[in-house]
């Protein structure tokens, strides 16, 4: 259960982002399917108690990968093998989860969330200070969106079973060593009971 520490929610300043969740990166972590459904199932919850969803995918236009420098250890070599095209099937999101009517959605071009889209100026507009993360990987962009989100004074919720990596070593540290300064750590049946409480 929800411990007294755990800060309530108020859904309409809060936004749910499901970050990475596209067809070229869901197979790569454990028990996928079992993860996409949980986090499709709190997708639905916190839809219907007016929480705001946003979809966060990364994929790459020709003039993207041409403004990638070599200094870049990671987006580089992504840029070299031109993978993940912004219309390949790869970067489309998970047709599980698919955004709706009103859902932010924007394409990234390096780990963050927010590095190299207009998100945080969406989510200002609509007001929101809270975030809760969920997304594959733990280790990639739940970590780099954590620390920028952090940073710029949100509160900020990991769902601890609505993220997954494919190092689950990687993942345990980062749950338990690293998130928890930044962040609270809660699963989808605790959300579920501080969206009941909102």
């Known amino acids: 259960m929800t411990t007294p520490a755990t800060p309530s929610i108020d859904p309409a300043r809060t936004a749910l982002l499901a970050m990475d969740f596209q067809n070229g990166i869901v197979a790569q972590v454990p028990e996928s399917d079992a993860l996409v459904n949980r986090v499709k199932d709190v997708i639905a919850d916190v839809r219907a108690a007016g929480v705001t969803v946003g979809y966060v995918r990364v994929a790459f236009t020709e003039d993207d990968w041409a403004t990638i420098p070599a200094t870049n250890k990671t987006f580089s070599a992504v840029a070299a093998a031109k993978l993940m095209h912004h219309e390949d099937d790869a970067t489309r999101i998970d047709t599980r989860i698919t955004p709706e009517d009103g859902d932010i959605v924007v394409r990234k071009i390096r780990f963050g969330a927010g590095s190299t889209t207009d998100l945080h100026e969406q989510l200002r507009d609509r007001g929101i200070d809270t975030l809760v993360l969920s997304g594959i990987s733990t280790s990639g962009v739940v970590l780099s969106t954590l620390i920028d989100a952090a940073d710029r004074d949100y ?44």
């Open 155 to 198: 509160r900020v919720y990991v769902l601890t079973d609505g993220v997954a990596d494919s190092r689950p070593e990687v993942h345990r540290v980062l749950l338990d060593e690293v998130f928890p300064s930044r962040a609270h750590l809660i699963d989808t049946a605790e959300l579920r009971e501080l969206l009941k409480t909102a």
